[in-house]
């Protein structure tokens, strides 16, 4: 029910929207909660066990009950918060967790079976028979339970992460937080003040209070826009601080407004990295129920929260209001009420001594121990005293525990809370989180004034630490500073299920159960009963399980211990954090000058590190991948081929050391290399197992060329780095990487050096560009790089020119191939080119391998040290029962090999223990008209001639291999050399 | 998490690479004996409080840093250039 | 005879114009990474003053101007942006021709900061990141250089070959910092 004034809502600006089908007004200022409330919808959730009928409890983010899915498909976003929600024309909430409908839940049976449901029934109940468990109990169970649902769909929204530094985080714009953020953006301090709330003020906008002579509300405000005119602030509303981590950084999450939201190009929500040098954590405090039976009936409510719906939405959430508290707070919110112009159906304090000056009924030393209804509040029962109940009609329960400190920040790198006596609730400790302190109530200050002292002391501290100095003392405004006085009540006793966790159904009795059963860690207890575990992580329920726990257990709570909060604060969606990841953001994209002329030939692309190179060029006529790749193979062989080469790893390397850092990072020697020429290296990790391996030209007497492989040529290059910087700094050697200074593109094949001296400004021949040899060319003017060097055992060449002229060259090359009964070449035929000949990808230097096993040891070179070469000589790296390389082909009825294949003796049954060896790699050979393999086999090289059965377990392919020497073509070399 | 760069000042983790402890600057000797080696390559502590470890500033200025961290308060203690620990003879 | 066309990195797909900001090409003639070779870091340092008429880049800083910049490139590396690096420097440091290796742009106008704050991970405050400043980092997870050249504006490289990406993450990034400003 709306009140005919006041409320910090614009009255002019009316905003519908509809909740589980119906449609309803509210205003501009509203939120999802206060607006059902407005509406007289009191019935917002089902509950997670029990499906009990729940209304709204609080008015903040803590809210366990109402919880309401928003959106459809890929924008459907469940479990939101009515509190949270910002009303906005054309909202469609609807409620979750209840089926055929809110009103009528059929799962509410279970609340009949409550009894039954205690904590630790799925434990107790479902243990067998076992295998029931998977099938049958659990898809039951996880029907039943729940909160929303995700609609399955791809998550259609955009979401945006940020970066943010400032010297002064605050986080929390209450009092503390905005007297904290004044005072060290005075002082010329970079400032972020962030609040979850759509604006700042905190509880000043849910009391009627003043500050400075003003009302609350209003003095916040003119903080805000003084702060907002300010370089160095940046004031961040919508925004929850939602973890505190190692070296001052934090992480937040934004909700944009959905008029925001709703542009081209905006996102519907941010998840900031905030880097503060300092923080001050003024998150305030949250109110705690009381346990009592039937306090969970929709109408029962934080008292806070009820003075929050009059005071800030106008709203009043009852018609007959009762109030029930063990602090100063019930009064006031009797106040508020009354000055509302609603009826205080009672006043209860469950303190004796308690006074009223207000003109309602009052109950000193009285507790509210019951509550009737059948979906909503009808009425209280209250212990007016020992043995003596009375029963009051009333639509709305405001009740007050106290207040709960928000230590949780302070409590996200493991540290944990104290105890305070005096507030009668858990306050943080200094440097709990280095860097950040705690000021206002959520340190233990309890009135707006201490708060605003706390902030204004927070923030003088924090410029001390920053090297920065407050102009003057900062003055204080006056403002309310009543003692907060409290006499703790936890649980009123009595029959019937008392709630502590709304949103996991955790009751006073689970957690004596829990107890009784010897549960009695917290944490034990927390497993044991969920309490604590559903998306409000306990906000409202863990310092009163504790109770409850300390209580059953004959323990103080101190003794009994804290609860551990961890990030994050709110729940936080996980399209949020991963912004931007979805589909092709999930990396970047590394394309070479050939792409699009690839692409235009309509080459599939596979995904080499973030590289992207084409698969095969499919010509008029193929219809399988393997049809191309046979003539691709039969170019290079018969006439030529061009492929791009160019995402292998080029590291330029200089310097009079350059040499001896060479022969140092290979096992073979490159200090006896000629300019000019190029040679094949082997490198070792410091563990003795091959690192890479590849081609290294000199260039120079002081300069060299070093190609990797595309997949580890960012670990090669921190490799370097790291041997030249920690193992050798005083060697003069300097590198860079030049991999995207040029395009490199193989031409191979028999026809490759005809094709060049096409194109070549100057032809070449066999006597200045013999095999391994490498020097200057030209074309068109364009200076270029010519290596003679084959990864094919053709006759080939490589040849590097300028990035810029790639995409030109590789259409040319390609063109003039194609005239020469040639033409590109990909990445299947590429790898059965290297098959056939033996030669080694990262299948094979798979980082397992040492330089004997791939029958290399003789290139680690005697006449020198080198990195991995101690390691590799130890006698487990080179025992000759391991399993070394072996070429494979097929000599069975079966003529498919598998690359992951299983090696095992012909007689022996294909069992791990009989297990000889596997399969790296194969592909089908055009050339030689089977299947090639490379594999590694125990003993292997001493294996040749012997037949083996590969079996691949996993696609059932199972086939007698000849073991072979690794190269099945040419071995010799003499096509390369020709 | 955010690691001192003694060229680059404070920056953010994801910029560097992580190695492992800073023992890998003490390479014995090539014809060392396989328990030293054995220490070098394999063996190592795993102390709840400081330790020096390897980070390489690789999307940063590529420096390779020892980095000495506490890994019981995630504190970091100290950041200085490998190539001057090793010239240092360190 | 046969004929090489260039093309530039970003190959059209820039300007790129969203609301105030925009992302364009920069044609900055030839880029040279130098490095002094041991011991002749202060030899090389007056060799390119004389050179090139700018100073050799502290850690951090860019000096010169559109033109003729020299960018602070890494622990060991300067990169020179605009004329070719006097050959004769080659006696005092390795040279290595970067010209085609790098994608550069300029990311300008009101807001660009917060455009970048959606990349990278680094300060760029105005009181801790002045023109004239220079940081290897990452932008969009990509190995990149960001360097301050004026009040709204920075220029923002990338290996070339990841040109695209970057264009596609800063006009995403445009577009929230756009529409958030009523865009």
Same mark, same amino acid.
């Given at each position: 029910?709306?009140?005919?004034?006041?409320?910090?809502?614009?009255?002019?600006?009316?905003?519908?929207?509809?909740?589980?089908?119906?449609?309803?007004?509210?205003?501009?200022?509203?939120?999802?909660?206060?607006?059902?409330?407005?509406?007289?919808?009191?019935?917002?959730?089902?509950?997670?066990?029990?499906?009990?009928?729940?209304?709204?409890?609080?008015?903040?983010?803590?809210?366990?009950?109402?919880?309401?899915?928003?959106?459809?498909?890929?924008?459907?976003?469940?479990?939101?918060?009515?509190?949270?929600?910002?009303?906005?024309?054309?909202?469609?909430?609807?409620?979750?967790?209840?089926?055929?409908?809110?009103?009528?839940?059929?799962?509410?049976?279970?609340?009949?079976?409550?009894?039954?449901?205690?904590?630790?029934?799925?434990?107790?109940?479902?243990?067998?028979?076992?295998?029931?468990?998977?099938?049958?109990?659990?898809?039951?169970?996880?029907?039943?339970?729940?909160?929303?649902?995700?609609?399955?769909?791809?998550?259609?929204?955009?979401?945006?992460?940020?970066?943010?530094?400032?010297?002064?985080?605050?986080?929390?714009?209450?009092?503390?937080?905005?007297?904290?953020?004044?005072?060290?953006?005075?002082?010329?301090?970079?400032?972020?003040?962030?609040?979850?709330?759509?604006?700042?003020?905190?509880?000043?906008?849910?009391?009627?209070?003043?500050?400075?002579?003003?009302?609350?509300?209003?003095?916040?405000?003119?903080?805000?826009?003084?702060?907002?005119?300010?370089?160095?602030?940046?004031?961040?509303?919508?925004?929850?601080?939602?973890?505190?981590?190692?070296?001052?950084?934090?992480?937040?999450?934004?909700?944009?407004?959905?008029?925001?939201?709703?542009?081209?190009?905006?996102?519907?929500?941010?998840?900031?990295?905030?880097?503060?040098?300092?923080?001050?954590?003024?998150?305030?405090?949250?109110?705690?129920?009381?346990?009592?039976?039937?306090?969970?009936?929709?109408?029962?409510?934080?008292?806070?929260?009820?003075?929050?719906?009059?005071?800030?939405?106008?709203?009043?959430?009852?018609?007959?209001?009762?109030?029930?508290?063990?602090?100063?707070?019930?009064?006031?919110?009797?106040?508020?009420?009354?000055?509302?112009?609603?009826?205080?159906?009672?006043?209860?304090?469950?303190?004796?001594?308690?006074?009223?000056?207000?003109?309602?009924?009052?109950?000193?030393?009285?507790?509210?121990?019951?509550?009737?209804?059948?979906?909503?509040?009808?009425?209280?029962?209250?212990?007016?005293?020992?043995?003596?109940?009375?029963?009051?009609?009333?639509?709305?329960?405001?009740?007050?525990?106290?207040?709960?400190?928000?230590?949780?920040?302070?409590?996200?790198?493991?540290?944990?809370?104290?105890?305070?006596?005096?507030?009668?609730?858990?306050?943080?400790?200094?440097?709990?989180?280095?860097?950040?302190?705690?000021?206002?109530?959520?340190?233990?200050?309890?009135?707006?004034?201490?708060?605003?002292?706390?902030?204004?002391?927070?923030?003088?501290?924090?410029?001390?630490?920053?090297?920065?100095?407050?102009?003057?003392?900062?003055?204080?405004?006056?403002?309310?500073?009543?003692?907060?006085?409290?006499?703790?009540?936890?649980?009123?006793?009595?029959?019937?299920?008392?709630?502590?966790?709304?949103?996991?159904?955790?009751?006073?009795?689970?957690?004596?159960?829990?107890?009784?059963?010897?549960?009695?860690?917290?944490?034990?207890?927390?497993?044991?009963?969920?309490?604590?575990?559903?998306?409000?992580?306990?906000?409202?329920?863990?310092?009163?399980?504790?109770?409850?726990?300390?209580?059953?257990?004959?323990?103080?709570?101190?003794?009994?211990?804290?609860?551990?909060?961890?990030?994050?604060?709110?729940?936080?969606?996980?399209?949020?954090?991963?912004?931007?990841?979805?589909?092709?953001?999930?990396?970047?994209?590394?394309?070479?000058?050939?792409?699009?002329?690839?692409?235009?030939?309509?080459?599939?692309?596979?995904?080499?590190?973030?590289?992207?190179?084409?698969?095969?060029?499919?010509?008029?006529?193929?219809?399988?991948?393997?049809?191309?790749?046979?003539?691709?193979?039969?170019?290079?062989?018969?006439?030529?081929?061009?492929?791009?080469?160019?995402?292998?790893?080029?590291?330029?390397?200089?310097?009079?050391?350059?040499?001896?850092?060479?022969?140092?990072?290979?096992?073979?020697?490159?200090?006896?290399?000629?300019?000019?020429?190029?040679?094949?290296?082997?490198?070792?990790?410091?563990?003795?197992?091959?690192?890479?391996?590849?081609?290294?030209?000199?260039?120079?007497?002081?300069?060299?060329?070093?190609?990797?492989?595309?997949?580890?040529?960012?670990?090669?290059?921190?490799?370097?780095?790291?041997?030249?910087?920690?193992?050798?700094?005083?060697?003069?050697?300097?590198?860079?990487?030049?991999?995207?200074?040029?395009?490199?593109?193989?031409?191979?094949?028999?026809?490759?050096?005809?094709?060049?001296?096409?194109?070549?400004?100057?032809?070449?021949?066999?006597?200045?560009?013999?095999?391994?040899?490498?020097?200057?060319?030209?074309?068109?003017?364009?200076?270029?790089?010519?290596?003679?060097?084959?990864?094919?055992?053709?006759?080939?060449?490589?040849?590097?020119?300028?990035?810029?002229?790639?995409?030109?060259?590789?259409?040319?090359?390609?063109?003039?191939?194609?005239?020469?009964?040639?033409?590109?070449?990909?990445?299947?035929?590429?790898?059965?080119?290297?098959?056939?000949?033996?030669?080694?990808?990262?299948?094979?230097?798979?980082?397992?391998?040492?330089?004997?096993?791939?029958?290399?040891?003789?290139?680690?070179?005697?006449?020198?040290?080198?990195?991995?070469?101690?390691?590799?000589?130890?006698?487990?790296?080179?025992?000759?029962?391991?399993?070394?390389?072996?070429?494979?082909?097929?000599?069975?009825?079966?003529?498919?090999?598998?690359?992951?294949?299983?090696?095992?003796?012909?007689?022996?049954?294909?069992?791990?223990?009989?297990?000889?060896?596997?399969?790296?790699?194969?592909?089908?050979?055009?050339?030689?008209?089977?299947?090639?393999?490379?594999?590694?086999?125990?003993?292997?090289?001493?294996?040749?001639?012997?037949?083996?059965?590969?079996?691949?377990?996993?696609?059932?392919?199972?086939?007698?291999?000849?073991?072979?020497?690794?190269?099945?073509?040419?071995?010799?070399?003499?096509?390369?050399?020709? | 998490?955010?690691?001192?760069?003694?060229?680059?000042?404070?920056?953010?983790?994801?910029?560097?690479?992580?190695? +492992? %402890?800073?023992?890998?600057?003490? *390479?014995?000797?090539?014809?060392?004996?396989?328990? #030293?080696? !054995?220490?070098?390559?394999?063996?190592?502590?795993?102390?709840?409080?400081?330790?020096?470890?390897?980070?390489?500033?690789?999307?940063?200025? +590529? %420096?390779?840093?020892?980095?000495? *961290?506490?890994?019981?308060?995630?504190?970091?203690? #100290?950041? !200085?250039?490998?190539?001057?620990?090793?010239?240092?003879?360190? | 005879?046969?004929?090489?066309?260039?093309?530039?990195?970003?190959?059209?797909?820039?300007?790129?114009?969203?609301?105030?900001?925009?992302?364009?090409?920069?044609?900055?003639?030839?880029?040279?990474?130098?490095?002094?070779?041991?011991?002749?870091?202060?030899?090389?340092?007056?060799?390119?003053?004389?050179?090139?008429?700018?100073?050799?880049?502290?850690?951090?800083?860019?000096?010169?101007?559109?033109?003729?910049?020299?960018?602070?490139?890494?622990?060991?590396?300067?990169?020179?942006?605009?004329?070719?690096?006097?050959?004769?420097?080659?006696?005092?440091?390795?040279?290595?021709?970067?010209?085609?290796?790098?994608?550069?742009?300029?990311?300008?106008?009101?807001?660009?900061?917060?455009?970048?704050?959606?990349?990278?991970?680094?300060?760029?405050?105005?009181?801790?990141?002045?023109?004239?400043?220079?940081?290897?980092?990452?932008?969009?997870?990509?190995?990149?250089?960001?360097?301050?050249?004026?009040?709204?504006?920075?220029?923002?490289?990338?290996?070339?070959?990841?040109?695209?990406?970057?264009?596609?993450?800063?006009?995403?990034?445009?577009?929230?910092?756009?529409?958030?400003?009523?865009?």
């Amino acid at each position: 029910m709306r009140l005919p004034k006041g409320g910090l809502i614009d009255r002019d600006q009316v905003v519908r929207f509809s909740f589980d089908g119906r449609h309803y007004e509210g205003l501009a200022g509203d939120t999802l909660a206060s607006a059902l409330l407005a509406n007289g919808v009191r019935l917002m959730g089902r509950s997670f066990k029990y499906h009990r009928p729940r209304g709204v409890l609080t008015a903040g983010s803590e809210e366990p009950n109402a919880l309401v899915t928003v959106g459809q498909g890929g924008r459907q976003a469940p479990n939101l918060r009515a509190t949270m929600l910002e009303l906005h024309e054309g909202l469609v909430a609807r409620s979750q967790n209840a089926w055929p409908s809110l009103e009528w839940d059929l799962l509410a049976l279970n609340d009949a079976f409550a009894p039954f449901l205690s904590a630790g029934f799925y434990y107790k109940t479902f243990m067998w028979p076992r295998s029931f468990w998977e099938k049958l109990y659990e898809p039951i169970i996880r029907r039943a339970a729940g909160l929303g649902a995700l609609s399955g769909a791809h998550d259609s929204d955009t979401y945006e992460k940020a970066h943010v530094h400032c010297d002064l985080l605050v986080i929390g714009g209450g009092p503390a937080g905005l007297m904290a953020a004044l005072v060290a953006a005075r002082a010329g301090a970079d400032v972020i003040l962030a609040d979850e709330d759509t604006r700042v003020g905190g509880r000043l906008n849910a009391e009627r209070e003043d500050v400075d002579g003003k009302p609350g509300h209003a003095w916040a405000s003119e903080v805000e826009a003084e702060l907002a005119a300010m370089e160095n602030v940046r004031v961040m509303t919508r925004t929850t601080v939602t973890g505190a981590y190692d070296q001052g950084s934090y992480g937040a999450l934004e909700r944009l407004p959905a008029d925001v939201a709703a542009r081209a190009g905006a996102p519907r929500e941010c998840f900031w990295r905030i880097v503060a040098r300092r923080a001050v954590m003024a998150a305030g405090a949250l109110e705690r129920p009381v346990a009592f039976a039937g306090n969970d009936r929709p109408g029962v409510m934080m008292a806070g929260a009820v003075r929050a719906y009059i005071n800030r939405w106008a709203v009043a959430p009852g018609r007959r209001v009762a109030v029930f508290g063990n602090n100063d707070g019930a009064h006031r919110t009797a106040a508020d009420l009354v000055a509302a112009g609603v009826h205080v159906a009672a006043l209860v304090d469950s303190r004796p001594d308690a006074r009223n000056d207000l003109d309602v009924p009052f109950f000193a030393g009285a507790q509210v121990c019951g509550s009737s209804g059948r979906k909503a509040l009808e009425a209280v029962e209250i212990e007016v005293a020992p043995g003596r109940r009375e029963k009051i009609q009333a639509d709305c329960l405001a009740m007050s525990g106290g207040w709960n400190p928000s230590v949780h920040l302070a409590c996200h790198m493991g540290a944990r809370p104290e105890w305070s006596e005096e507030i009668a609730g858990f306050v943080p400790r200094d440097g709990m989180v280095p860097g950040m302190s705690a000021a206002g109530a959520c340190a233990g200050a309890m009135s707006t004034h201490a708060c605003l002292r706390d902030g204004a002391k927070a923030a003088q501290d924090a410029l001390g630490e920053l090297g920065l100095k407050a102009a003057k003392l900062p003055d204080v405004p006056d403002a309310g500073d009543a003692p907060y006085r409290i006499r703790p009540l936890w649980q009123v006793p009595g029959r019937g299920r008392a709630w502590l966790d709304f949103q996991n159904d955790v009751t006073v009795k689970d957690v004596t159960l829990a107890a009784r059963e010897n549960f009695r860690s917290v944490e034990h207890m927390k497993r044991y009963t969920t309490q604590g575990m559903a998306p409000d992580q306990g906000k409202n329920s863990n310092v009163g399980a504790l109770a409850v726990l300390a209580d059953a257990t004959g323990r103080s709570i101190p003794e009994t211990g804290t609860t551990t909060f961890r990030p994050p604060y709110v729940p936080v969606p996980i399209a949020a954090m991963g912004a931007g990841a979805q589909g092709q953001g999930f990396a970047p994209r590394r394309l070479t000058t050939s792409h699009a002329a690839s692409l235009a030939m309509g080459a599939p692309m596979i995904e080499v590190g973030l590289w992207y190179r084409p698969s095969f060029f499919p010509r008029a006529g193929e219809t399988t991948w393997r049809q191309s790749c046979d003539r691709e193979v039969a170019h290079v062989r018969e006439a030529v081929g061009i492929a791009d080469v160019s995402t292998l790893g080029k590291i330029d390397i200089q310097g009079a050391d350059a040499a001896r850092f060479l022969d140092f990072v290979y096992t073979n020697t490159f200090s006896t290399l000629k300019v000019g020429r190029v040679r094949y290296g082997v490198m070792l990790r410091e563990d003795g197992h091959v690192m890479d391996d590849g081609t290294t030209a000199r260039l120079g007497e002081d300069h060299f060329v070093m190609t990797t492989t595309t997949a580890a040529a960012g670990q090669v290059m921190r490799h370097l780095e790291f041997v030249h910087q920690c193992l050798c700094p005083d060697w003069d050697v300097s590198m860079i990487s030049v991999t995207e200074q040029w395009a490199q593109f193989a031409v191979a094949g028999p026809k490759s050096r005809d094709l060049l001296n096409g194109v070549l400004d100057m032809p070449v021949d066999g006597e200045g560009f013999p095999f391994m040899g490498c020097g200057a060319v030209t074309l068109a003017g364009v200076a270029a790089r010519l290596f003679r060097i084959s990864f094919s055992g053709e006759h080939a060449y490589e040849i590097a020119v300028p990035a810029r002229y790639g995409a030109s060259l590789f259409r040319l090359l390609v063109a003039r191939a194609e005239e020469m009964g040639g033409g590109a070449y990909g990445m299947e035929a590429l790898n059965v080119l290297r098959l056939e000949k033996g030669l080694l990808t990262h299948a094979e230097l798979h980082g397992r391998t040492t330089a004997f096993d791939l029958g290399m040891e003789r290139m680690i070179s005697a006449n020198k040290d080198c990195i991995g070469k101690a390691a590799a000589a130890r006698p487990g790296l080179t025992e000759p029962d391991r399993e070394r390389l072996v070429g494979l082909k097929p000599v069975g009825a079966v003529k498919q090999l598998t690359a992951g294949a299983h090696l095992f003796d012909e007689a022996d049954a294909a069992t791990r223990e009989n297990d000889q060896g596997y399969v790296t790699s194969v592909g089908f050979s055009p050339t030689l008209g089977h299947y090639v393999g490379l594999g590694f086999l125990k003993r292997g090289s001493d294996r040749y001639g012997d037949v083996i059965r590969m079996v691949d377990h996993l696609r059932g392919v199972e086939a007698l291999c000849e073991v072979t020497p690794p190269a099945f073509f040419d071995p010799d070399g003499g096509r390369a050399r020709d | 998490m955010r690691i001192s760069c003694p060229i680059c000042g404070e920056r953010d983790r994801r910029e560097f690479y992580y190695q +492992g %402890a800073a023992v890998a600057l003490d *390479r014995p000797a090539p014809d060392a004996a396989a328990q #030293a080696w !054995d220490d070098y390559l394999h063996n190592r502590d795993n102390p709840a409080g400081p330790v020096r470890e390897m980070w390489h500033h690789e999307a940063g200025c +590529g %420096a390779w840093l020892v980095v000495t *961290r506490d890994t019981v308060t995630h504190e970091m203690l #100290a950041s !200085d250039l490998a190539s001057r620990v090793q010239e240092a003879g360190s | 005879m046969i004929e090489l066309t260039a093309k530039s990195p970003f190959d059209g797909m820039l300007p790129l114009t969203v609301g105030a900001l925009s992302l364009s090409e920069v044609d900055t003639g030839a880029m040279t990474a130098l490095s002094a070779r041991k011991g002749q870091g202060e030899a090389l340092a007056s060799a390119f003053k004389q050179a090139h008429g700018v100073a050799w880049p502290r850690a951090g800083r860019a000096t010169g101007r559109e033109g003729c910049r020299a960018l602070w490139f890494g622990h060991v590396h300067v990169l020179l942006m605009g004329p070719p690096a006097a050959p004769a420097l080659a006696e005092w440091a390795a040279l290595v021709d970067q010209s085609d290796a790098w994608a550069v742009a300029r990311l300008e106008g009101a807001g660009v900061r917060d455009v970048l704050a959606r990349l990278t991970p680094l300060d760029l405050r105005e009181g801790q990141f002045k023109r004239g400043r220079t940081a290897r980092s990452e932008v969009a997870h990509m190995p990149a250089s960001i360097t301050r050249i004026g009040a709204q504006s920075y220029q923002v490289m990338v290996f070339r070959a990841m040109a695209g990406t970057l264009v596609e993450e800063v006009q995403t990034a445009m577009q929230g910092v756009a529409a958030r400003a009523g865009g």
